[in-house]
């Protein structure tokens, strides 16, 4: 039924074009795979939960221009006014600003001074009204309560005795344990886990501790401070207008600049925005002159071989005998080159998870690469199979 006999002895025959024709499509189904696997990853990366409302999230940054300013009577007053405001839910210090790619962290332990092992967390400080402000699930314990605050100079160093932990942060540290309650350390002092919030993503999105976050009921007096202010739902165009007029009247002796938290986000995955563009650009521009390549090389095998078709027209071969004869030709070159390019992005994938830190290619990716691969070589290659079984019997008894 299938020629497989004339068709792998033609192509013994043009091995140096079968044999490019392959290479070309390894070396796709090599480029494409990997750029696939890093495009998905960094697709996984940015639409991961941030556990924040993150769209109706106003940031504010300020910088009191006096030396001697007083920040705790500024951020008292600052923040009666901004929760005061008609369009906004809650508002909330906070010394760094989430996913905006500024934090601080800190490495933290279960035992008083160990050395290693335990986490490494992004820490904010904040108060009570963090949870509120930032649409933030507390799934365990309760919040921090005006007794719980602290407020000190930049130059004091004091250690909050009570902490909210992230989910994550809670289960990398007590594993299968109840956190609530235990004590974390930084040093020698203890301090309790008296709440834990479902999910924070914290500062750096693309940290590999990112989800690991502690929360201190405390402020430090410096010369600059953050505020988060939530706003209800379509309110916060509205309320962005206002905050920095509201500010600056309350108290014109500072600097204050408005942001959103999306565009902070937005920000914050710029760099993988572009790579996932740039690398989807060049899959699909190697995918396209892949199939022109293709298109070419067996265009003009057909119109070096119209004697050949003559004779099988002449002999009775029907139109889809001959069109299915270079249909399977072409499988056979693309198998070639499926199965050389298969090896090949496997041991790429190696080096690039080896050196890069980039995800493990597996089966299911590259199997539908090579699918789509193989596609596309067969619908490269089906045009000029079905002009060359088009040759009528007259034409090609005449090319004899």
Same mark, same amino acid.
Request: charged share 15%.
């Given at each position: 039924?299938?020629?497989?006999?004339?068709?792998?002895?033609?192509?013994?025959?043009?091995?140096?074009?079968? +044999?490019?024709?392959?290479?070309? %499509?390894? *070396? =796709? &189904? #090599?480029?494409?795979? /990997?750029?696939?696997?890093?495009?998905?990853?960094?697709?996984?990366?940015?639409?991961?939960?941030?556990?924040?409302?993150?769209?109706?999230?106003?940031?504010?940054?300020?910088?009191?221009?006096?030396?001697?300013?007083?920040?705790?009577?500024?951020?008292?007053?600052?923040?009666?006014?901004?929760?005061?405001?008609?369009?906004?839910?809650?508002?909330?210090?906070?010394?760094?600003?989430?996913?905006?790619?500024?934090?601080?962290?800190?490495?933290?332990?279960?035992?008083?001074?160990?050395?290693?092992?335990?986490?490494?967390?992004?820490?904010?400080?904040?108060? +009570?009204?963090?949870?509120?402000? %930032?649409? *933030? =699930? &507390? #799934?365990?314990?309760? /919040?921090?309560?005006?007794?719980?605050?602290?407020?000190?100079?930049?130059?004091?160093?004091?250690?909050?005795?009570?902490?909210?932990?992230?989910?994550?942060?809670?289960?990398?540290?007590?594993?299968?344990?109840?956190?609530?309650?235990?004590?974390?350390?930084?040093?020698?002092?203890?301090?309790?886990?008296?709440?834990?919030?479902?999910?924070?993503?914290?500062?750096?999105?693309?940290?590999?501790?990112?989800?690991?976050?502690?929360?201190?009921?405390?402020?430090?007096?410096?010369?600059?401070?953050?505020?988060?202010?939530?706003?209800?739902?379509?309110?916060?165009?509205?309320?962005?207008?206002? %905050?920095?007029?509201? &500010?600056?009247?309350?108290?014109?002796?500072?600097?204050?600049?408005?942001?959103?938290?999306?565009?902070?986000?937005?920000?914050?995955?710029?760099?993988?925005?572009?790579?996932?563009?740039?690398?989807?650009?060049?899959?699909?521009?190697?995918?396209?002159?892949?199939?022109?390549?293709?298109?070419?090389?067996?265009?003009?095998?057909?119109?070096?071989?119209?004697?050949?078709?003559?004779?099988?027209?002449?002999?009775?071969?029907?139109?889809?005998?001959?069109?299915?004869?270079?249909?399977?030709?072409?499988?056979?070159?693309?198998?070639?080159?499926?199965?050389?390019?298969?090896?090949?992005?496997?041991?790429?994938?190696?080096? %690039?998870?080896?050196?890069?830190?980039?995800?493990?290619?597996?089966?299911?990716?590259?199997?539908?690469?090579?699918?789509?691969?193989?596609?596309?070589?067969?619908?490269?290659?089906?045009?000029?199979?079905?002009?060359?079984?088009?040759?009528?019997?007259?034409?090609?008894?005449?090319?004899?």
């Amino acid at each position: 039924m299938f020629e497989f006999k004339p068709i792998l002895s033609t192509l013994w025959h043009h091995k140096v074009s079968a +044999l490019l024709i392959a290479l070309q %499509l390894a *070396l =796709t &189904l #090599v480029i494409v795979s /990997n750029t696939l696997l890093i495009v998905t990853d960094r697709m996984e990366k940015m639409a991961r939960p941030t556990g924040m409302d993150v769209e109706n999230i106003l940031t504010v940054n300020f910088l009191a221009i006096p030396q001697d300013y007083d920040m705790a009577g500024a951020v008292r007053a600052d923040l009666d006014m901004l929760r005061a405001l008609p369009g906004v839910v809650d508002a909330t210090p906070s010394h760094k600003i989430p996913l905006s790619g500024s934090g601080s962290a800190n490495a933290y332990h279960t035992q008083p001074n160990q050395k290693t092992g335990g986490a490494i967390a992004n820490y904010y400080r904040t108060d +009570l009204h963090f949870i509120k402000s %930032l649409g *933030l =699930t &507390l #799934v365990a314990g309760r /919040n921090f309560t005006q007794t719980d605050m602290q407020v000190f100079a930049p130059n004091e160093q004091r250690q909050a005795p009570v902490i909210i932990v992230t989910r994550q942060l809670a289960e990398t540290l007590f594993p299968g344990e109840d956190a609530l309650g235990k004590p974390l350390y930084n040093g020698n002092s203890p301090m309790e886990i008296i709440g834990i919030v479902e999910r924070h993503l914290g500062a750096w999105p693309d940290w590999s501790s990112a989800g690991n976050v502690v929360f201190f009921p405390a402020l430090r007096t410096t010369q600059s401070m953050n505020y988060l202010v939530r706003t209800e739902s379509g309110e916060r165009d509205r309320v962005f207008k206002l %905050l920095a007029d509201k &500010l600056a009247e309350r108290d014109p002796e500072r600097v204050i600049k408005v942001n959103t938290l999306s565009n902070r986000m937005a920000r914050s995955y710029a760099g993988d925005n572009m790579m996932v563009k740039v690398l989807s650009t060049v899959g699909a521009m190697l995918g396209f002159i892949v199939a022109l390549g293709i298109v070419g090389l067996t265009s003009f095998w057909i119109n070096q071989r119209t004697k050949q078709i003559g004779v099988r027209r002449a002999l009775g071969a029907t139109r889809t005998n001959i069109s299915r004869y270079f249909l399977l030709e072409n499988s056979l070159i693309a198998a070639t080159g499926i199965a050389l390019g298969a090896a090949a992005a496997l041991i790429a994938n190696q080096y %690039l998870v080896r050196d890069y830190s980039q995800p493990v290619l597996t089966l299911l990716p590259l199997a539908v690469c090579a699918l789509v691969i193989l596609l596309i070589s067969l619908g490269a290659a089906l045009a000029p199979a079905l002009r060359a079984a088009n040759i009528s019997p007259a034409t090609a008894t005449r090319s004899v």
